[in-house]
């Protein structure tokens, strides 16, 4: 069993991500290799919470230039978790 806080970073608390506490849709930045179900298992076990439906994306990342030298940011995956109806997760 993996370790459900190697799996998620954070949660992503943005105004975009607030409209959808409404609708019981949270952000999270999740670790590039986790798979849905790995997702889904680790924000049940932290949060206590059902989790119907998991989507994810990967950000690619952009290019910067430092000092001339030209380079990019690493990529990093974000889920958007929709948890059942009634439930939502408290944040301090």
Same mark, same amino acid.
């Given at each position: 069993m993996k /370790?459900?806080?190697? %799996?998620? @970073?954070s949660l992503i608390f943005t105004e975009k991500s607030q409209r959808?506490?409404?609708l019981n849709k949270y952000v999270f930045w999740v670790k590039n290799t986790a /798979?849905?179900?790995d %997702?889904? @298992?680790?924000?049940?076990k932290i949060y206590k919470?059902?989790?119907?439906?998991?989507?994810t994306?990967?950000?690619?990342?952009?290019?910067k230039t430092v000092r001339r030298e030209r380079?990019?940011?690493?990529d990093w995956k974000k889920a958007q978790v929709t948890l059942k109806a009634g439930q939502k997760i408290e944040i301090k």
């Open positions: /370790n459900p806080y190697d %799996i998620i @970073n959808n506490e409404s /798979n849905k179900i %997702i889904k @298992n680790a924000v049940e919470v059902d989790v119907v439906k998991v989507n994306m990967v950000c690619p990342g952009k290019a380079g990019y940011t690493p």
